[in-house]
């Protein structure tokens, strides 16, 4: 019977993924984009009273606003693509080694019954 350690041995780790890293920031940044948009269209809907004036975040949503928030899907789109593309190379690289592995398993069996 094989021990767990020879097991985790024999199974290769995954690569780290750049994209995850990529998509979490853009993620928060969408996150918090989307939000002010948001805030930025209530504000609209809802008039300023006659003590407070406009807002700093109203214009820059009215300005940037749409543009950032499709610059933002637009890498989050990219980085999903290629954090996909990564982890199906790699995987298809582990089953390949891990098959290899096994192929080679049962010849090294065999090769140590023979031996006394």
Known sequence: MR????????????????????????????????????VAVLRGVRPVTATGGSHLLDALMARYGTSLLV????????ATVGA???????????????????AAAPTEAAAGADEP
């Open 3 to 38: 021990r767990l350690t020879d097991l985790a041995a024999a199974m290769p780790r995954p690569p780290r993924n750049p994209f995850y890293a990529v998509l979490g920031i853009v993620g928060f940044a969408f996150t918090v984009t989307a939000a002010a948009s948001c």
């Open 71 to 78: 610059g933002e899907i637009a890498v989050l789109a990219v």
């Open 84 to 102: 996909i593309w990564i982890d199906h190379v790699a995987g298809e690289k582990i089953r390949r080694e891990r098959a290899a592995h096994q």
